[in-house]
C-alpha cells in the first residue's frame, strides 16, 4: 500500500522562507510528483511538478520563487522563498505512478498547512 506523508509546513513572516518535503513508502514508481494547494473557499491548484526526467513545471504565481525538487526516487521537496500573505493554504503532495513504471494511479498526502502572516 502506497502512503505520501508531507512535513514542513508552519507559519512564516511574509519574505520569509519554508521548505517542504514528501515521502512516499510502499512498492511505487513515481512517473510525477506535484505539489497543489488548497485555499479557504478555493479549488485546488498545481503549485509545482517534476516528472521522472527532471522536467519541471510551475504556476505563473510561484514561479522565480518556488523551487521543486527530488533527491531519490520516492522523496520530493517544495522550497518556497519570498512568500507571500497569499501563499497561505494547505499544501498537498500528489504521487503519480504505481507499483510499475506504466501505472499512473494518483496518491495524496494529508496535507501541511502553509500560513504566511505578519
Known amino acids: 500500500q502506497v502512503q505520501v506523508v508531507e512535513s514542513g509546513g508552519g507559519l512564516v513572516q511574509p519574505g520569509g522562507s519554508l521548505r517542504l518535503s514528501c515521502a512516499a513508502s510502499?512498492?511505487?514508481?513515481?512517473?510525477?510528483m506535484g505539489w497543489y494547494r488548497q485555499a479557504p473557499g478555493k479549488e485546488r491548484e498545481l503549485v509545482a511538478s517534476?516528472?521522472?526526467?527532471?522536467?519541471t513545471n510551475y504556476a505563473d504565481s510561484v514561479k522565480g520563487r518556488f523551487t521543486i525538487s527530488r533527491d531519490s526516487l520516492k522523496k520530493g521537496y517544495l522550497q518556497m522563498n519570498e512568500l507571500k500573505p497569499e501563499d497561505t493554504a494547505v499544501y498537498y503532495c500528489?504521487?503519480?505512478?504505481?507499483?510499475?513504471?506504466?501505472?499512473?494511479?494518483?496518491?495524496w498526502g494529508q496535507g501541511t498547512q502553509v500560513t504566511v502572516s505578519s
Open positions: 500528489n504521487i503519480r505512478g504505481g507499483p510499475n513504471i506504466f501505472s499512473r494511479t494518483d496518491y
Open positions: 510502499g512498492t511505487v514508481f513515481i512517473d510525477v
Open positions: 517534476i516528472s521522472r526526467d527532471g522536467t
